[in-house]
């Protein structure tokens, strides 16, 4: 790690020994170094492979057999084999066991903070392994039903009441679950810092949390592309948060 990122990360680490609350908010930046592709960058799979509009809530409600099979595609691309939670996530983890960090907030729908042992995880945008039933509301693993569709049967339905299934993630159109939008715009606006970790900050409501925190004098920005908050943040860095976070925790 060059001299920069060294005294980035000790800055960092005396920031969060200072705080009373520290919140993370992570987004895909934050996976990527675990082999999950990014959305929206220039090579991300918005742009190269997949169209969002596939992804649409009116898709899914109008076509729900093509809405699956489109989806299977995208969860094959999106979780290879061997997926498992980088130094990052375990670094963050290990900030919260010891009192430093209060929660994460995320927009990742991978689940790879719980795998890694964070336990205060706000799924901002749902979770992948899940799909919940349109009827009855009943929330259950994902693999079965992806099966049935890989099978050839789409969409797939609820066992309990045939209901049909949706992934157990916020589609386009969707609004974000308003419980955990609550819990983290509070904590966004109670942290002492605010760390947007891997988040381009484009992607609203969600990315408002940092204007949030940026109002408190609490925002700090770590993420290898200028985000339209840089200009409000404490302090913007540019690293690889693989190396740069297990380095913060061993600063801290």
């Known amino acids: 790690m060059d001299a920069a990122l060294e005294s980035d990360a000790a800055w960092v680490a005396r920031r969060l020994r200072e705080a009373d609350t520290a919140v993370a908010f992570t987004g895909a930046g ?12 220039d090579d991300g799979i918005w742009e190269t492979e997949f169209d969002p509009a596939s992804f649409h809530r009116d898709r899914f409600v109008n076509d729900p057999a093509g809405f699956w099979r489109d989806r299977v595609r ?63 509301d009943a929330r259950t693993d994902a693999e079965p039903a992806l099966e049935t569709v890989r099978a050839g049967d789409a969409p797939p339905r609820c066992e309990d009441c045939g209901g049909l299934l949706k992934p157990g993630v916020v589609l386009f159109g969707e609004r974000l679950p308003r419980v955990a939008y609550s819990e983290a715009n509070r904590l966004a606006g109670d942290a002492d810092v605010f760390l947007s970790l891997g988040s381009s900050l484009t992607v609203h409501p969600a990315a408002g949390l940092a204007g949030r925190a940026a109002e408190g004098d609490s925002l700090v920005v770590v993420n290898f592309d200028a985000t339209q908050y840089d200009d409000r943040a404490d302090r913007v860095v540019r690293g690889d948060l693989a190396a740069f976070l297990p380095e913060v925790a061993k600063r801290v």
């Open 74 to 136: 995208l969860q094959a691309r999106m979780f290879p084999d061997g997926v498992k939670p980088n130094p990052g996530h375990e670094a963050l983890s290990g900030l919260e066991s010891r009192g430093v960090l209060d929660a994460v907030v995320t927009q990742n729908t991978d689940g790879l903070h719980r795998e890694a042992g964070s336990d205060r995880v706000v799924e901002l945008h749902g979770n992948a392994a899940e799909v919940v039933c349109e009827d009855c």
């Open 30 to 41: 934050m996976s990527t170094a675990s082999g999950i592709p990014d959305f929206r960058g």
